[in-house]
């Protein structure tokens, strides 16, 4: 069975420019997630979505946003790219609930 | 206030020694999940295991348990026979089921380091 998958893998832009990472959840699983990892630290929560209804937003500003499509596959996009905004990008899939979540490889994206 | 608490930022340890890795965890939410996650530099974030709690039985999966102990609010992963490949950042989680949005909550992260 695939695993969570995203695209690219990296990814190098420019400040001030927009962009958009995908992600393709576990088959079966309708929660997706995505969240930011900067070196050295802890994923930090960004999005959930549930159903292609967005049920929780972490402490990111308006720049960051993302959607969920029919097929439960996901978006996210970040605009007027900052340096800051440089880190690994995760998404996250699961069934719903209090359950396992899994992981895909990140987009490493890096603001130049 | 720190959900998640690792305090060992790094552990050097022999090959085919069991390891323990220490979690502490801070919740009012009488309904959580307790995750490990293993990150290796490629980046990837793999799921180990998984604790609910209201699971009365500690987890087990193949080389790796958690050590869940309520009463402590403590979540230790341990792994048997430790082998090079397990060199590798360990990430403690928790999802509390009163979040409507499912957000897992990360701890710092603890570096293991496996010696030849």
């Known amino acids: 069975d695939a695993g969570v998958t995203q695209s690219p893998t990296h990814l190098i832009k420019t400040r001030g420019q927009q962009v958009t990472l995908r992600c393709s959840p576990i088959s079966g699983h309708k929660s997706v997630s995505w969240y930011q990892q900067v070196l050295g630290q802890g994923p930090q929560f960004i999005f959930q979505?549930?159903?292609?209804?967005?049920?929780g937003r972490g402490n990111f500003p308006d720049r960051f946003s993302a959607r969920q499509f029919p097929n439960y596959s996901s978006e996210l996009n970040v605009n007027a790219l900052l340096l800051g905004d440089s880190a690994l990008y995760l998404c996250?899939?699961?069934?719903?609930?209090?359950?396992?979540?899994?992981f895909g490889q990140g987009t490493r994206l890096t603001v130049v | 206030a720190q959900k998640i608490t690792q305090t060992q930022p790094g552990m050097f340890v022999q090959e085919k020694e069991a390891v323990t890795l220490d979690c502490t965890y801070d919740t009012s939410d009488q309904s959580y999940g307790l995750f490990w996650y293993k990150q290796p530099s490629s980046g990837e974030m793999i799921f180990l295991i998984y604790?609910?709690?209201?699971?009365?039985q500690n987890a087990t999966e193949g080389r790796y348990s958690l050590n869940f102990q309520k009463a402590r609010k403590s979540a230790n992963l341990v792994i048997s026979a430790s082998q090079l490949g397990d060199s590798a950042m360990y990430f403690c989680a928790m999802r509390e089921a009163m979040n409507r949005d499912d957000k897992i909550i990360f701890g710092k992260g603890t570096r293991l380091h496996i010696l030849p």
């Open positions: 979505y549930y159903e292609k209804e967005e049920r």
């Open positions: 604790q609910g709690s209201y699971d009365e």
């Open positions: 996250a899939s699961s069934p719903r609930g209090n359950t396992e979540a899994f």
